[in-house]
């Protein structure tokens, strides 16, 4: 089986626009996806394409991705096992140009609430993230960064049949950024995103917009 999709990037926010399309099959256990991202408009009619991935997948086993453009390539593996009738989740990421290793854990207590961990191997970076869903609507996502000691707030709620609210804080770097996620108008099958960028460390200005058709 074969799909595809392409979306449009556009906005508010100097030449951030373009397309971005992906091709995927599914042979057997396996995903094969094509993608490009990023392919921008440089003068309103030319196409530079800054990103190929390609990437193979086996789900919930590994994914490696193969980056044409920058010559590099992505391992990721991960499993799912349980500790006193608790599920854990966690996955190995490596990146071989970055010579960067990733550890993410996650602990699930219930349907509701989530204990996460992110490390990077070698460096102090490394964050915990609490997850609360209230009621299956409204979900809390407190975030502790421990080499930066900061904290982070993400709120989302999903209304009016199945679209998404999410307002996130970033308290160093004093950013609110909302997103808004409904139904497209045009393709019953997609969805639309608009997303609103506020700076308040410089007080209250027209925010930085921008949207995505996929």
């Not at 392919?39 to 590994?62: A, H, I, Q, R, Y």
């Amino acid at each position: 089986m074969m799909n595809a999709a392409v979306s449009f990037i556009g906005g508010t926010n100097g030449n951030k626009k373009g397309l971005s399309a992906t091709l995927a099959a599914n042979p057997g256990d396996l995903k094969l996806r094509a993608s490009l991202s990023d392919t921008n408009f440089s003068d309103g009619s030319t196409l530079n394409f800054d990103d190929l991935l390609l990437s193979v997948e086996k789900p919930g086993s590994f994914i490696i991705d193969f980056d044409i453009t920058k010559k590099d390539v992505q391992f990721q593996f991960m499993n799912t096992f349980k500790v006193e009738g608790k599920q854990i989740n966690w996955s190995y990421t490596h990146m071989r140009n970055d010579h960067r290793t990733v550890l993410d854990g996650t602990l699930v207590f219930d349907t509701a609430n989530k204990l996460s961990a992110r490390h990077e191997l070698g460096s102090f970076n490394c964050k915990l993230k609490y997850s609360y869903v209230h009621r299956g609507l409204t979900t809390f996502e407190p975030c502790y960064d421990l080499e930066k000691k900061s904290w982070d707030l993400a709120v989302s709620r999903r209304i009016l049949g199945g679209d998404l609210i999410k307002a996130n804080y970033e308290t160093l770097s004093q950013v609110l950024g909302v997103e808004w996620s409904c139904s497209s108008l045009v393709n019953e099958d997609g969805r639309v995103k608009v997303l609103a960028s506020f700076n308040l460390a410089e007080g209250f200005h027209t925010p930085k917009l921008s949207f995505q058709n996929c």
